[in-house]
């Protein structure tokens, strides 16, 4: 089995996000890390392959983004990804979330997986979409939200909450999955694995090799337009007590509550 | 074309809330543009002609029935895409949840159409729909425009008011649908399953909350030691996290997923906020949040914050609670 994570470099929780007002794009420069859900994914196909209930040949980490992406593929390889391919292209600058998962799909053809896993959102843009555009255009079978995932033969079987309770849900391969961070726990690199991280393959491919149509993708490919920022409505904001002395704060909040008839 | 299509959830004979709150907003903003709304479901026997042109009480013309699996997005891409290349829509919307997120990215890369998800609001502007979406935390409103012959737009769940009008009964078409190899290959094997116990925490007055900050399972008791210490209608509910993580049952989850919930109080204990969670509290009347992350999301739409250490802080606030009570 062949499995692909397609991973995302995504600024750091720690920085001040903004949009860039000359362009409307997210401004991703500064502190940039491997988007958090996506550790979730790759740690599913570690435990895939350390489950030996299929033989897993090789685990690629995908991602598509300038060129300080390649930060977020050596971080995936030290989690256990065995190489990476990177899908940079200036031509793909200002692709919405249907171009974007299109040029993924076009860079997951070349690679044929058995299984494509991603993670459940990205940390900056709040998207949950991506892997259902690129299960489309892959024309496979997908399910996103998985907390649970068992590989039978040649399907999974899936557990998830949706609108109802958990669904428990049979998917064959191959197929996409975007998993909940609640599948499980991943585990840190070792620093080996960080030290010899860079010496793993990297391929890099243009759109051009691997089959994008430069009219779908980018700016100009792109059916929606975002624009237009502004703040939202003001809330005043809410009082904040510091804990230092643990009694006077809980004196505070009885006040605060009888104040407002709410014991 | 100026009408739009909707996706009506639907689980043993009943339509989901969002889902007829995205029938509304089709409606009014279709009228705004000169079109009209439909209404697509997809399931069993249950979707009975009744049933269905039931839906023209929420502002649905047409309802398109699909006979299908349940439950799953991609036999619902099939049967949307079928109804747009019929009827030329120009707009399709979801009232949010898991499924109408899937649908709308599925239904985007199909028909090649923008997409934009998280939207809170919906106007009409030159004869064109115009959605609007929080980012970055919320801390800004983006505005989407689409080009194309079709645009999606999916709601943050109750981002959309559920408005019936008098009388109205909509005509149901039913759609015949050749599903594409790949709907057919992920199969509903269990539907709705509810795990733990049953406890109702929509009808509270005073909601104590439980987030992973709690730290492990046995730590929920802090929070139901507080919950009865107030007594009267009052209970515990619990984030995703850690409802997945099988620490409290799902019955009593918030968010996006889970149930909504506008007690008097709300009081969140080790619960960061994410914008999953907001979505299912934020109408509570008074918000207090206790977190040890002072730069927890949850203290920017809190009444009262208190940035401190819950296990110190729970138990004496209990005491305290029961004092003022006895007093």
Redesign the interface.
């Known amino acids: 089995m062949k499995i692909c994570v397609l991973v995302k470099e995504v600024p750091d929780a720690a920085v001040e996000k903004r949009i860039d007002p000359s362009t409307g794009r997210m401004d991703r420069s500064g502190e940039k890390n491997l988007n958090p859900y996506d550790t979730h994914a790759i740690e599913a196909a570690m435990q895939i392959r350390e489950g030996g209930s299929v033989q897993v040949d090789e685990i690629v980490a995908v991602t598509m983004g300038p060129e300080s992406a390649v930060r977020a593929l050596h971080k995936s390889v030290s989690l256990g990804a065995d190489r990476s391919l990177h899908l940079t292209d200036p031509a793909l600058a200002g692709s919405d979330v249907a171009a974007t998962g299109y040029a993924l799909s076009k860079a997951l053809e070349k690679e044929q997986p058995d299984l494509v896993l991603l993670g459940q959102q990205s940390d900056d843009g709040e998207c949950y979409t991506i892997g259902a555009v690129v299960a489309d255009h892959l024309k496979m079978p997908s399910l996103t939200q998985v907390i649970k995932m068992d590989v039978d033969g040649g399907s999974l079987r899936c557990e998830r909450q949706a609108e109802y309770g958990y669904d428990t849900v049979q998917v064959e391969l191959p197929a996409v999955i975007s998993v909940g961070d609640a599948i499980n726990e991943p585990r840190y690199p070792s620093l080996k694995a960080i030290m010899g991280a860079k010496k793993k393959p990297l391929e890099t491919v243009s759109t051009g090799e691997v089959g994008i149509e430069s009219g779908l993708v980018g700016e100009e490919g792109s059916r929606v337009q975002c624009g237009d920022f502004h703040d939202p409505p003001a809330k005043a904001p809410g009082q904040i007590i510091e804990d230092e002395d643990t009694n006077e704060t809980v004196e505070k909040i009885v006040a605060w509550l009888d104040e407002r008839k709410l014991i | 074309m100026p009408d739009v299509l909707t996706y009506v959830?639907h689980?043993e004979g009943a339509f989901?809330k969002n889902s007829l709150g995205a029938v509304s907003e089709g409606a009014a903003r279709a009228e705004e543009i000169g079109g009209q709304c439909h209404a697509l479901v997809l399931g069993g026997d249950d979707l009975t002609d009744e049933l269905c042109s039931s839906l023209g009480a929420y502002g649905a013309t047409k309802v398109f029935r699909a006979r299908g699996p349940e439950?799953?997005?991609?036999p619902v891409?099939d049967a949307m895409a079928k109804a747009i290349d019929d009827q030329g829509h120009g707009y399709a919307l979801f009232g949010g949840?898991?499924?109408g997120?899937?649908?709308?990215?599925?239904l985007?890369?199909?028909k090649?159409?923008?997409?934009?998800?998280?939207v809170t609001s919906v106007r009409a502007e030159d004869g064109k729909l115009v959605a609007e979406r929080?980012?970055?935390?919320?801390?800004?409103?983006?505005?989407?425009?689409?080009?194309?012959d079709l645009?999606i737009i999916?709601g943050r769940i109750n981002a959309f008011e559920v408005v019936s009008r008098d009388g109205g009964s909509a005509e149901v078409v039913d759609l015949d649908i050749e599903y594409?190899?790949?709907?057919t290959?992920?199969?509903?094997?269990?539907?709705?399953?509810?795990?733990g116990a049953d406890v109702d925490i929509e009808g509270a007055d005073?909601l104590v909350a439980g987030g992973r900050g709690l730290g492990q399972a046995e730590n929920f008791k802090l929070a139901e030691d507080l919950a009865s210490a107030?007594g009267g209608n009052t209970a515990v509910a619990a984030t995703?996290?850690v409802?997945?993580?099988g620490w409290y049952p799902?019955a009593a989850q918030i968010g996006q997923?889970g149930k909504t919930v506008a007690p008097?109080?709300y009081l969140a204990a080790g619960i960061s906020g994410a914008?999953q969670h907001k979505v299912g509290m934020q109408s509570s009347e008074?918000?207090?949040a206790i977190n040890k992350d002072?730069n927890a999301p949850i203290?920017?739409?809190?009444?009262?914050?208190?940035?401190?250490?819950l296990n110190?802080?729970l138990p004496?606030?209990t005491e305290?609670?029961k004092d003022?009570?006895g007093s």
């Open positions: 959830l689980f989901n439950g799953l997005a991609q891409i949840g898991l499924l997120f899937e649908i709308g990215a599925g985007a890369a199909r090649q159409a923008g997409v934009t998800m998280e929080p980012i970055l935390q919320d801390s800004q409103i983006s505005v989407s425009r689409y080009r194309g645009g999916i594409s190899s790949w709907s290959q992920a199969s509903m094997v269990q539907r709705g399953e509810q795990r005073v107030f995703r996290a409802v997945d993580a799902y997923t008097k109080l914008i008074n918000i207090v002072a203290f920017e739409f809190s009444d009262l914050g208190i940035v401190g250490d110190k802080i004496k606030l305290a609670i003022r009570k």
